[in-house]
């Protein structure tokens, strides 16, 4: 099979960028140094708030508390009750899937077509009163 020549370039480019994305992730710098000095929070998207996480005891619209302590590389929504990943300098990571509530819906309208890290689009058109996540890719209840 040929490709033209700009295609072999764009495949060479990929597959670069595969093998750098691949050390990014595994922390190999190369230089045989556990860790290679990369620091990057690949993991999941939304994960649960942890148990023994400091939380507000003050119950929020959505029936969480309205601050939580999470795991470095993540920030408490209210509106979800779960820790979400801040997404400054992830290279990849895995969505989760989110329930709907009356706090967490799915977009009433038309979204971008980029595609962020996390497998959603970076804007989406939500319901009054509700504004988009592109880190759960829902349409999360704005609480005051």
Do not use: H
């Not at 009750?81 to 989110?98: E, H, P, R």
């Not at 804007?123 to 829902?138: I, L, P, Y």
């Amino acid at each position: 099979m040929k490709f033209p020549p700009l295609r072999l370039f764009a495949i060479a480019i990929y597959v670069g960028l595969s093998a750098y994305a691949c050390s990014q992730l595994s922390g190999d710098a190369g230089d045989g140094a556990p860790g290679g000095g990369y620091a990057t929070a690949e993991g999941l998207c939304v994960i649960d708030v942890p148990e023994d996480a400091v939380c507000t005891k003050d119950i929020n619209a959505c029936g969480f508390g309205n601050v939580c302590r999470c795991p470095d590389g993540y920030g408490y929504n209210a509106a979800l009750g779960k820790c979400v990943m801040d997404l400054a300098g992830v290279i990849s990571a895995s969505s989760a899937q989110l329930d709907e509530t009356s706090c967490a819906k799915k977009p009433a309208g038309i979204c971008t077509r980029d595609i962020n890290m996390c497998g959603q689009p970076s804007t989406c058109t939500c319901e009054d009163g509700f504004q988009w996540n592109d880190v759960a890719g829902m349409c999360v209840k704005v609480l005051d």
